[in-house]
């Protein structure tokens, strides 16, 4: 029996593929390879196409004995998501669609999910857990509940079990050195940081320091990408055990200013980081941070890579040895 990864081609995705490769598991990934690289897989058996696209998800469930679904494939950007709504709906709820109605068709019955904190918009308590409001202030993060909520009326109808994994803010790269973070563009903080820091660009822009903040800044809870990917992995053993559907949250409950971070990266890749404070961007809730206390104790999850520092230092032996991704 084979795992299906949508998006396995991406961030997040390949290196949730090397961490089933590394205890031997079977894998088939799907991946438009829009935003993925084939260089970031590690292995598995890879089909290029989109999840719209039914011949092809035809194609990978009659080929493949698929016993799970881990589902990364979705446009990720809240920037993007507020110029270009319809994208998002489009591949994210739509895409999401055809995939569950394959599942069916297929009766491939369980499916982990790659969620966001953006599903609860600005928290009404810090850290957030599962239980809170979700009220996305951004149309990226209303497409993730969306796909979420479509997930709840396949397990109700259909019996297909779920489990969603709400993440915080992923980075940090593989210990291999092998696979990263490589978006194109890349939007995010400390990617963006670390290319000033390759004086690949001029300055980091601060977007917004009149946020309701100690120093002005957004707060966001970064969390390691391998131990996002060692939360997939034992989310599909609680399914493959029987457990019924349900969502985590994966963060290290640990919240840093934008200018903390700049400040860390400083201090870690020892170069000069320009910053220049520039207005806010749409759809940036003030502080997201996370209370995982839910994901320990049902999953038995511990990251273990929860220092900034090394996060961040990981992130930077990615860059300062791959300086144009997987383009070299
Ligand atoms: N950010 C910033 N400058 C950048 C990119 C991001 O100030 O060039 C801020 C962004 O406004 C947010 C935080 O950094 O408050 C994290 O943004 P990112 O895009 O990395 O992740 P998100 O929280 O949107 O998923």
Redesign the pocket.
């Known amino acids: 029996m084979a795992v299906l990864v949508t998006g396995g081609a991406g961030y997040i995705g390949s290196h949730t593929v090397a961490a089933l490769l590394e205890r031997g598991e079977s894998i088939v990934v799907l991946d438009n390879l829009q935003q993925g690289h084939k260089e970031a897989l590690l292995g598995g058996k890879l089909y290029v196409g989109d999840l719209r696209d039914a011949d092809v998800l035809d194609q990978v469930f009659t080929e493949n004995q698929i016993d799970s679904v881990i589902h990364f494939a979705a446009n990720s950007l809240?920037g993007e998501s507020m110029k270009i709504p319809g994208k998002y709906y489009h591949n994210n709820v739509y895409g999401t669609l055809c995939l569950l109605e394959k599942m069916q068709e297929y009766g491939v019955g369980k499916i982990v999910f790659s969620s966001?904190a953006?599903t609860y918009g600005e928290p009404e308590n810090v850290p957030i857990d599962e239980h809170d409001r979700t009220l996305p202030t951004n149309a990226y993060g209303e497409t993730k509940l969306a796909m979420e909520k479509m997930m709840k009326w396949f397990d109700t109808a259909h019996g297909i079990k779920w489990i969603s994994l709400r993440y915080f803010?992923a980075a940090g790269a593989h210990e291999s050195g092998k696979i990263g973070e490589a978006h194109n563009p890349e939007?995010?903080?400390?990617p963006?940081v670390l290319e000033a820091a390759l004086g690949k660009r001029p300055h980091?822009?601060?977007?917004?320091d009149d946020y309701d903040t100690a120093d002005g800044?957004?707060i966001?809870d970064y969390i390691h990408v391998s131990d996002l990917a060692d939360a997939h992995i034992l989310a599909v053993d609680k399914l493959r055990s029987g457990a019924e559907s349900a969502v985590y949250n994966l963060g290290n409950g640990q919240g840093f200013s934008?200018n903390e971070v700049i400040e860390i990266a400083r201090q870690v890749t020892g170069r000069e980081i320009k910053e220049v404070v520039e207005p806010r961007?749409a759809g940036?809730p003030a502080k997201?941070v996370a209370s995982s206390q839910r994901a320990r104790t049902e999953l038995g999850w511990n990251p273990g890579r929860n220092k900034l520092e090394d996060i961040i230092a990981s992130a930077w032996s990615w860059h300062l040895n791959n300086p144009d991704g997987y383009s070299k």
């Open positions: 809240v966001t953006a803010n939007t995010h903080l400390i963006i980091i822009s601060v977007f917004g800044t957004c966001r934008v961007r940036d997201l």
